[in-house]
């Protein structure tokens, strides 16, 4: 019981990264939520229900890559971490080359976002995304954040 063991990332679901924010695949681990009811069948009266998970929202943390251990390099402290970290996703058997966040922090969609100092908050009943945390006043509207960075998804710039 006291043998250590080496740190391993595991997968927790999939999230598609939108710049400051992580928004949770329904479905997947990291996305499953106490969901609304549906009828699977409008219009015939009481049918089964089935339950549609609501997507999940996080204020970006860290990332990393898998990598294979290879050896410490002791150029300094902080680069050995982000070896380490690569090598606990590559123990966690993440494919080659994809992203892992982790150190994300779930955002509440509730009032709690009034005033908020995070990376999403409501000020004056308008949804904004804060970009720079160290400059309060820096605010974008979410639904042109959102559209912007769904587009740099959907058509990214050539290159990218």
């Given amino acids: 019981m006291l043998v250590p063991r080496a740190e391993r990332l595991r997968p927790l679901g999939t ?5 400051v924010l992580l928004l949770g695949v329904p479905g997947d681990a990291a996305g499953e939520a106490s969901g609304e009811q549906v009828d699977d069948e409008p219009g015939h009266g009481a ?4 339950t549609v998970p609501e997507p ?6 860290s990332l990393t890559r898998p990598a294979e251990p290879g050896r410490p390099t002791f150029i300094a402290e902080s680069a050995e971490r982000r070896r380490q970290l690569r090598v606990a996703a590559y123990r966690g058997h993440f494919r080659h080359g994809e992203s892992v966040n982790f150190d994300a922090r779930p955002v509440a969609l509730d009032a709690s976002l009034i005033g908020a100092s995070g990376p999403l908050t409501v000020n004056d009943g308008i949804a904004s995304v804060r970009w720079n945390t160290s400059d309060p006043a820096a605010l974008t509207p979410f639904d042109a954040y959102l559209g912007e960075r769904v587009a ?3 058509d990214p710039p050539e290159g990218a």
Avoid: I, Q
């Fill in 15 to 19: 999230v598609w990264r939108l710049g």
């Fill in 47 to 50: 049918g089964s229900l089935a």
């Fill in 56 to 61: 999940r929202l996080y204020a970006t943390g």
């Fill in 152 to 154: 740099l998804l959907a």
